[in-house]
C-alpha cells in the first residue's frame, strides 16, 4: 500500500514539473511571438477601430508624425453619420490650445450614414461656423466658407472627407483621396476646428471622444 502511494505521489510530482515545464515554454513562445510582432509590425501601423472604420494611431503629414488623439460618432436623431478623428503633433485634451496652436494637424470624416447631401453638409459648415465666431468674423470668414462649400458632393456609406491643417495656415480638403481644394488663413482653420472643438460643437459627445475622452 505504501509502496503503491509512493508510486502515485511520484507520478504527481513529475506531472507537475512537466506543467511547469510546459508553462514555461509556453510563455517563452508567447513572448516570442509578441516581441516578432513588434519587430514586424511597428507602433505606426497599428490602428483603433470604430464602427468598422479602421484609424491609424499614427499618420505622416508634411513630414511630421501626428498620433491619433481621439475619435469618435457624430450622430444626430439618434442616427449615426460619421466617425471624425482628431490627429496631433501632440496629444492635448485642451481644446482652446488645439485650436489656435499653430502646429501641422488632420481631422477625418468618415460616413456611416446611407447618404448625405451636399445642402445637409454645407448648411451643417454654415450654421456651426455661425455658432461659433462674432458677426465681424463671419464677415471676414464668408467668402472663403462660400469657395470651402463648393468643394462638397453629396457623400455616402463608405466615403472620406480629410483636413489637413498646416503650419503656413492652409486648409487642405480631400475627398475619398482626391484634393478637393484649399482655403487660406489661420483663421479659417481656427473657424473650421471650432465646429467639433468650439464652444458650441456639433456634437458635445464627440467633442469629448476628439479630445480623448
Do not use: C
Request: glycine share 8%.
Amino acid at each position: 500500500m505504501l509502496g503503491l502511494l509512493s508510486f502515485a505521489l511520484s507520478g504527481f510530482l513529475v506531472l507537475n514539473q512537466v506543467n511547469a515545464t510546459l508553462k514555461e515554454s509556453s510563455m517563452h513562445r508567447l513572448r516570442m511571438m509578441m516581441l516578432t510582432a513588434l519587430l514586424i509590425f511597428p507602433i505606426s501601423s497599428w490602428s483603433a477601430e470604430i464602427e468598422g472604420v479602421s484609424l491609424p494611431e499614427a499618420i505622416q503629414l508634411e513630414g511630421k508624425t501626428l498620433q491619433l488623439n481621439g475619435a469618435g460618432i457624430r450622430s444626430k436623431f439618434f442616427f449615426d453619420i460619421y466617425v471624425a478623428a482628431l490627429y496631433l503633433e501632440q496629444h492635448s485634451s485642451n481644446a482652446g490650445s488645439i485650436i489656435t496652436a499653430t502646429a501641422t494637424k488632420r481631422v477625418s470624416m468618415d460616413f456611416l450614414y446611407d447618404e448625405v447631401s451636399k445642402e445637409k453638409l454645407t448648411d451643417g459648415w454654415n450654421s456651426s461656423f455661425a455658432n461659433n465666431q462674432s458677426a465681424q468674423q463671419m464677415r471676414a470668414l464668408q467668402e472663403r466658407l462660400n469657395r470651402f462649400n463648393s468643394f462638397f458632393v453629396t457623400s455616402h456609406k463608405g466615403d472620406r472627407i480629410v483636413f489637413d491643417f498646416t503650419e503656413s495656415g492652409a486648409t487642405h480638403v480631400s475627398i475619398n483621396g482626391h484634393q478637393a481644394g484649399s482655403i487660406a488663413g489661420a483663421d479659417f482653420q481656427q473657424a473650421l476646428l471650432s465646429v467639433w472643438l468650439g464652444n458650441k460643437p456639433a456634437d458635445k459627445k464627440l467633442k469629448q471622444a476628439m479630445l480623448g475622452h
